[in-house]
């Protein structure tokens, strides 16, 4: 059975998936700086970390779209 599994296509997709999420979480680790929670308390950590996701998330949408008329010096 763990052989018919593993010739589907989902379980091809399903490494690429996630390492996407776990180099996400290094980035929050590494770059962001979470590696160690500095809010107590599981409604701090969870502020924290939704903090750091919207960081994530806005960096990923000025990628995509930069603002138009800047001019880079």
Do not use: C, W
Request: glycine fraction near 6%.
């Amino acid at each position: 059975m763990a052989r018919d599994i593993a010739t589907t296509d989902a379980y091809l997709v399903s490494p690429r998936q996630r390492k996407k999420v776990e180099m996400l979480f290094a980035h929050l680790k590494r770059i962001l700086k979470l590696g160690r929670l500095r809010l107590r308390g599981p409604n701090g950590a969870r502020d924290e970390f939704h903090l750091a996701a919207a960081v994530q998330n806005l960096r990923k949408m000025a990628k995509i779209n930069p603002m138009r008329g800047l001019a880079l010096a």
